[in-house]
């Protein structure tokens, strides 16, 4: 008992010096792992530091993207609008405006969804202007107006004053006025707002002196409008109490019937005062702001066993000998790398010895292209001599071809056979003919069984 005691202590002690043993290996074998690691996360951090200016530029070309659900005096500040109105708001409004406004029940009646969708998406990619709302009609236009005022993360007529409003609503008619007026000066009112504001209840009153014709009066006009442009930002009165709502409408529907009196300081520009012409996302584009090319890094890699050598680069061709072939594709593609006509050499004709004629020289010489923007340019005072027409191929050395594996062109080939033709079936082996003719034998044994 205790020889075998002493046996499993040996045997014990022999892996434990074995694993000891093999620290070594398993260290390089990490140590080789981390350099790979390493190497991986160098490239990836080249990469990524080439290609931060290039998010850094689309960032600034979209710079105040998205619209709608941006604040008013962050999206004036992002685009050239120096009309100071929010250009969803001008641009709808403009567009109302050249329709007609006797359309029945604006604001009221609803859109297409997938209309107002459209105009949205259009909006918020930078690529909508007065020409492409041709085909909206009244609908859509009056629903992405009230969709961008219920989106502003404040309210148009004050986050701070909705109380005040509510109070305002409350009160009687000739104190009504008063309160009125001084919550359209107040300070908390940002003066952006109050831009919008009279540019929107201008064309609000518009639309209500058409009410026989649209049957929107300044009544109807205030219901559907005050949610979108006045709304509680810290929730504390219920939202079910009518007399709120009821009295925030009455203050809407005051401003557009005396929208001449509120704002009668202010001066009446026409609807497309300003408007840009073009899209939002052509305006926004920075004139120089492309960063440098720089190619991509190829991460590094090391040398793996049994790998075979990366092919050798291709010859180069030397195009100054007459007996060489370049290809075509690599002289037409980098015209920037042929000699120019005043860098060949001075060689005379191997045929005639003579120089060539002098106008055909003037005019190849003018035509020279620039490598670098493609147009063509004129020299200004051309040389004292015109350039030598390239050497020609000598008639007894052969031009190699470009495809010498290919058969010699007198060679006929057979012609294949029509579609409509059907292939002759091949004859089957002796061995699958003979196990064929047993199978076909034993089924009928058994067939014969059966019965």
């Not at 993207?65 to 008013?72: K, N, V």
């Not at 107002?116 to 009609?137: F, H, I, M, Q």
């Not at 502003?152 to 004050?158: C, K, R, V, W």
């Not at 000739?174 to 919550?183: S, V």
């Amino acid at each position: 008992m205790a020889r075998k005691v002493e046996q499993a202590r040996d045997l014990l002690a022999t892996d434990m010096m074995a694993f000891m043993s093999k620290d070594a290996d398993l260290a390089k074998m990490i140590a080789k792992f981390l350099d790979f690691k390493l190497d991986y996360h160098s490239s990836i951090a080249d990469q990524v530091l080439l290609t931060q200016p290039k998010v850094d530029a689309i960032l600034l070309t979209k710079r105040g993207f998205p619209i709608f659900g941006s604040s008013l005096a962050s999206h004036l500040a992002s685009f050239p609008l120096h009309s100071g109105i929010a250009f969803p708001l001008q641009l709808c409004i403009t567009r109302l405006v050249r329709l007609g406004l006797e359309e029945e029940g604006l604001f009221r009646l609803a859109a297409g969804s997938s209309k107002v969708k459209k105009l949205r998406a259009e909006l918020e990619a930078g690529l909508c202007s007065l020409p492409s709302l041709e085909t909206a009609d009244h609908h859509v236009l009056t629903a992405t107006i009230k969709s961008y005022l219920r989106e502003l993360p404040d309210p148009l007529m004050g986050a701070d004053l909705y109380q005040d409003w509510v109070e305002t609503g409350q009160l009687d008619e000739e104190d009504r006025f008063d309160a009125i007026w001084n919550l359209l000066q107040h300070e908390q009112l940002p003066r952006e707002n109050y831009r919008n504001i009279q540019y929107l209840f201008k064309f609000l009153h518009a639309v209500s002196s058409l009410e026989e014709k649209n049957k929107m009066s300044a009544s109807n006009l205030a219901i559907v409008i005050t949610p979108n442009v006045i709304w509680e930002c810290e929730s504390v009165h219920d939202p079910l109490d009518v007399t709120v709502g009821s009295a925030l409408a009455q203050v809407v529907e005051l401003i557009i019937t005396k929208y001449e009196w509120f704002f009668q300081n202010d001066a009446s520009l026409p609807w497309d005062h300003l408007l840009p012409t073009s899209p939002l996302g052509l305006l926004c584009q920075p004139l120089s702001t492309s960063p440098p090319f720089h190619p991509s890094p190829v991460p590094t890699t090391r040398d793996r066993k049994g790998k075979g050598k990366k092919a050798p680069p291709p010859p180069s061709t030397d195009f100054s000998s007459p007996s060489s072939s370049p290809s075509p594709s690599r002289v037409t593609s980098s015209p920037s790398h042929l000699p120019s006509p005043a860098t060949l050499p001075r060689t005379e004709s191997p045929q005639t010895g003579h120089q060539p004629n002098n106008t055909s020289g003037e005019s190849s010489y003018q035509r020279s292209k620039s490598a670098e923007g493609g147009k063509h340019k004129t020299a200004s005072q051309p040389p004292s001599q015109p350039p030598p027409s390239p050497p020609q191929p000598t008639p007894s050395l052969p031009t190699p071809s470009l495809y010498p594996d290919l058969p010699p062109q007198d060679r006929t080939f057979p012609i294949p056979a029509p579609r409509s033709v059907k292939p002759a079936i091949p004859s089957k082996p002796e061995g699958i003919t003979r196990n064929a003719s047993m199978r076909a034998a034993d089924q009928a044994r058994k067939d014969s069984t059966d019965l």
